[in-house]
């Protein structure tokens, strides 16, 4: 039987992280626009919008397991002018969050609802993830100048 506890705790831990997630994404999407990547200004901003539907779905999920939803403070996170450290920092940010959301649904195995929510937020993630991997790949196999060309 999941805990219902455990379960409200971890979605309001990515209730939290993910809209701070989500915001960053926004202002790299307005800082690579800047820059003329118009590319990666559209792949952040669809990001951030992605990301935010997933923040509605976990704050639904705790009011239907009767949890209350917080508006908890946020550290303090990475920006930067630089589009390869940037893929290099949200690469990691996915792989440090698979690892915390599959023990979280792994814990949800027996809510199906909590299960099928985190299932696929866990796929979309796994999905980024790749992304970043094939974009360093590319980087390595391309160079750094010809990859950025790609993203004007």
Avoid at 95 to 100: I, P, S, T, V, Y
Avoid at 121 to 127: A, G, I, S, T, V
Wanted: charged share 30%; proline share 1%; hydrophobic share 40%.
């Amino acid at each position: 039987m999941a805990d219902v506890k455990k379960l409200i705790k971890g979605m309001q831990i990515i209730v939290t992280d993910l809209s701070q997630q989500a915001d960053g994404h926004a202002i790299q999407s307005r800082i690579f626009g800047a820059a003329g990547f118009t590319k990666l200004q559209e792949k952040y901003a669809e990001h951030a919008e992605e990301e935010r539907g997933w923040v509605i779905k976990c704050i639904d999920r705790i009011m239907d397991l009767g949890g209350e939803v917080k508006l908890e403070a946020k550290k303090e996170g990475f920006v930067t002018k630089d589009p390869v450290e940037w893929i290099k920092y949200d690469l990691q940010v996915s792989k440090d969050g698979l690892a915390f959301l599959k023990a979280l649904t792994e814990e949800a195995r027996d809510d199906y609802t909590t299960y099928d929510i985190l299932k696929a937020y866990y796929q979309d993630e796994e999905e980024d993830m790749y992304w970043g991997e094939q974009q360093l790949e590319l980087i390595k196999c391309i160079g750094v100048q010809n990859w950025i060309l790609q993203q004007i």
